[in-house]
């Protein structure tokens, strides 16, 4: 393979990548807009997705698509039970006491699930073959476009839902001011539980979709979640379309990091790309001083 053809390849992999990285930094856009905490069991959200589907998919004859559909719920009321038992009894702590809270909560889900499916990692079949595709000299597996997909789908959603819907409208302007939004008769408390809803939902359809790919175990949602954090912090925390952005371009950096240089530069990639945007710029590539939020 030609160095062209190696750099495409190392290309369609960060894509690959970089598309759940996007979907995972929505994630924690959504509960930072709502909050202004960063939900550090967000990568969990990832892995009970993952580790839901996988279970349902052995214990039961039903279709993969609706086993899918069934994870994502499930993992959505967990998100749910996150919002009410942990966060709303704290609301009126400081940020860093929340954020405190949701690594606890990280740690208990890492714990549960290990019980549960136990230490070892688990695989599932790909939702439509295995046969590889090649165009110029790169190699494309089925279930990447599943993932690339899967991640269009999630941002146009989450765009119509923001602009188009009575709850997305409510939820923008919490995110722009919270006391402005109570006075006028939005649910605050009410939003923010929709925001950890929606968290978990994206959350589990990206552990869902890459599982194929890569086998999932109880503590995926780690390092995951921590470069779904970097991706988000790259594009500008609070901002939709800088999520997207920033995931897609750390996928790709990665990538051509690990093919290039050294795979064992591979994680390390994210984290110097995070320590040096928070040098040059906080506010994220694609923020502006006041971010503009969704």
Same mark, same amino acid.
């Given at each position: ?7 495409? $390849? =190392? ?9 759940? =990285? ?19 069991? $967000? ?22 698509? &609706? ?8 993992? !959505? ?20 006491? #929340? ?22 990692? #688990?695989? @599932?079949?790909?939702? !439509? ?8 000299? *790169? ?20 765009? &119509?839902? =923001?602009?188009? !819907?009575?709850?997305? +409208? ?9 006391? *402005? ?16 809803? #929606? ?31 970097? *991706?988000?912090?790259?594009?500008? @925390? ?29 994680? *390390? ?6 320590? @040096? ?11 502006? +001083? ?5």
């Amino acid at each position: 393979m030609d160095l062209s053809s190696q750099i495409l $390849q =190392y290309v369609i992999s960060g894509i690959t990548n970089g598309a759940i =990285y996007a979907v995972i930094a929505l994630g924690f856009t959504i509960i930072y807009n709502s909050t202004e905490v960063i939900n550090f069991a $967000q990568g969990e959200f990832v892995m009970l997705g993952g580790m839901a589907v996988i279970a349902l998919d052995g214990i039961s004859p039903l279709p993969l698509g &609706f086993s899918f559909l069934l994870a994502v719920l499930a993992v !959505t009321l967990v998100g749910i039970a996150l919002e009410r038992f942990t966060i709303r009894p704290a609301r009126s702590s400081n940020p860093i006491a #929340l954020i405190i809270i949701t690594v606890g909560a990280s740690i208990f889900l890492r714990g549960v699930a290990m019980m549960f499916w136990g230490k070892d990692s #688990l695989g @599932l079949r790909p939702f !439509t073959g295995s046969t590889p595709i090649h165009f110029g000299g *790169a190699t494309l597996i089925p279930q990447s476009l599943w993932v690339l997909g899967v991640a269009v789908v999630v941002m146009a959603a989450l765009q &119509f839902f =923001y602009k188009r !819907t009575i709850t997305g +409208k409510a939820m923008r302007a919490c995110a722009f001011n919270r006391r *402005a939004a109570g006075l006028v008769g939005i649910g605050v408390n009410r939003m923010v539980m929709v925001s950890f809803a #929606l968290s978990a939902a994206i959350g589990a359809a990206a552990g869902i979709v890459i599982v194929p790919i890569t086998l999932c175990g109880y503590d995926v949602g780690i390092m995951l979640g921590l470069k779904g954090f970097c *991706a988000a912090v790259l594009g500008g @925390l609070g901002s939709s379309p800088g999520s997207i952005l920033g995931g897609f371009l750390l996928g790709v950096l990665e990538a051509l990091g690990a093919g290039l240089i050294s795979s064992g530069f591979k994680d *390390a990639i994210a984290f110097f790309v995070l320590l @040096l945007v928070l040098f040059i710029r906080p506010s994220g590539l694609f923020g502006a +001083k006041e971010m503009k939020r969704f």
